[in-house]
């Protein structure tokens, strides 16, 4: 016998509300370094928690159409983070430094060593100046490597929705560094 | 490079502490226990008896809008339904077969010996429900002191339910 998708658990946990705990045990560790990624560990611990109950909820408003539940709760773990801008910001210009730092040592040379060193903080600031939408769309695409179609059920959008706050993302993501780039030349 | 291939650079590992994991699934369990227990078992139930259950939990659904638990229900190997559990908002009452425990029911002991009382957000169309469902009226609905709307109906064994609104900003 095959294990019960999680729409099933999730039907069951009606009746049975202990029964959403094997939810919890199926992707608690996807969630927790989901958060861990985005805020550290430390605040990633209480917001799995609250993550979770809010699940617990509502859970009568899953579809149960859908037998993975992960992308449904990725889609609150992003609503929760939203509180949590400013740590993730000052993360993020960590992840750039130590980003530049192991593309110094990868490369060694001179001219692409100093690239990086200016290249990863544009791509954090441009990140960071991103629309709250488009930057959770981004960061599930690229960090959580969700497809498009999970994309859309986190974010409770249509997939067209999703695709084009995509295609935004990269453009702005480019024209940010293609002007920062080009004001640092010319200021040179 | 690409947008997204330089953002995916961003990326970090982010490890956690198995017990942190063991923490949350507690935590999480916990907070079900606690939203779960106080619905499924309030302090007080009261039992009322009834010559014919079965009947009882039929009328009660219908004109008073209870509804029967369906794991409380008690039948024998016949199909009778000697006991189950009704609710309505958060509260709950057994409904039993009379002389189970000692208790009978106004029809057949011809005395109604306690009334219960409801609180029912809209009396009128509570009233409307229970009329329709051949309910007798024992008080047409009116209002008391203290802010208080209501009615009263007898089921068809002669218990005596009282439906009250009270309007909360006039209590004191």
């Known amino acids: 016998m095959s294990a019960p998708s999680d729409a099933e658990v999730i039907g069951r946990s009606l009746g049975e509300p202990e029964a959403f705990g094997l939810i919890y045990d199926r992707h608690a560790p996807s969630l927790l370094r989901f958060l861990g990624r985005r805020v550290g560990a430390k605040v990633a611990e209480g917001l799995v928690g609250e993550l979770f109950r809010i699940a617990f909820e509502r859970r009568k408003a899953f579809d149960p159409s859908r037998d993975n539940a992960l992308p449904w709760l990725y889609g609150i773990g992003s609503n929760l983070l939203l509180k949590h801008r400013r740590g993730e910001a000052r993360r993020l210009r960590a992840s750039a430094q130590m980003a530049a730092a192991r593309d110094r040592v990868d490369r060694r040379a001179g001219a692409a060593a100093l690239d990086a060193r200016l290249l990863f903080p544009r791509v954090a600031d441009a990140i960071e100046a991103l629309p709250d939408d488009e930057r959770e769309a981004l960061l599930l695409f690229a960090w959580e490597e969700l497809s498009y179609q999970s994309v859309a059920e986190a974010l409770a959008l249509p997939i067209g929705t999703v695709r084009s706050r995509l295609n935004r993302a990269r453009a702005r993501l480019r024209e940010l560094l293609e002007s920062k780039g080009k004001g640092r030349e010319r200021s040179r | ?172």
């Open chain 2, 1 to 172: 490079m690409k947008p997204v291939d330089l953002a995916r650079k961003l990326r970090r590992e982010a490890a956690f502490e198995p017990a942190a994991l063991d923490r949350g699934k507690e935590a999480l369990m916990a907070a079900i226990r606690q939203e779960v227990e106080p619905r499924r078992r309030p302090t007080i139930i009261p039992q009322l008896p009834y010559e014919n259950v079965g009947a009882a939990l039929a009328f009660l659904e219908r004109a008073f809008g209870f509804q029967v638990i369906p794991a409380s229900r008690l039948e024998g190997a016949d199909g009778v339904v000697h006991h189950a559990l009704v609710e309505f908002g958060d509260g709950v009452i057994g409904i039993g077969t009379q002389g189970a425990h000692g208790a009978i029911s106004p029809m057949s002991g011809g005395i109604e010996s306690q009334y219960i009382s409801v609180a029912v957000g809209d009396v009128e169309s509570h009233y409307q429900r229970a009329l329709a469902a051949g309910a007798r009226i024992a008080r047409e609905p009116r209002d008391h002191g203290a802010g208080a709307h209501a009615y009263e109906a007898f089921d068809p064994e002669g218990h005596r339910w009282r439906f009250v609104h009270q309007r909360l900003r006039e209590i004191r």
